[in-house]
């Protein structure tokens, strides 16, 4: 398994940013697909972003596009999920995970593992 470490998450208020984190260990993400998914307690989960390993392409939920920014650095390793114009109904825990595939709304099932790393909060709230 490929381990993943979200963090960046926290308290801010509508309209506010926040920049999420996701860093590989032990391995390279750049050959990688990856994924942003969200849950929100009771819900299931979904995926609102995802960047492509093979030349980079992005994707993004309809509930979010136009507001976040995934981009990718390979010289630190990371993926990151630029959030912006924060709304009440973007508070959950976020995940990062590597995926087989991309799409507009990047599936659960797409996944490499089933496991869930232990994410970050995003509370949007005033």
């Known amino acids: 398994q490929l381990e993943l470490v979200e963090s960046g998450g926290g308290l801010v208020q509508p309209g506010g940013s926040l920049r999420l984190s996701c860093a590989a260990v032990g391995f390279r993400l750049d050959s990688y697909n990856i994924g942003w998914f969200r849950q929100v307690p009771g819900q299931e989960y979904e995926g609102v972003s995802c960047?492509?390993?093979?030349?980079?392409?992005?994707t993004y939920a309809d509930s979010v596009q136009g507001r976040f920014t995934i981009s990718r650095d390979s010289a630190k390793n990371m993926v990151y999920l630029q959030m912006d114009s924060l709304k009440p109904e973007d508070t959950a825990v976020y995940h990062c995970?590597?995926?087989?595939?991309?799409?507009?709304?990047?599936?659960?099932?797409?996944?490499?593992?089933?496991?869930w790393g232990q994410g970050t909060q995003v509370t949007v709230s005033s």
């Open positions: 960047i492509r390993g093979n030349g980079g392409s992005t």
């Open positions: 995970a590597e995926v087989h595939f991309c799409a507009r709304t990047t599936p659960v099932g797409a996944r490499l593992y089933d496991f």
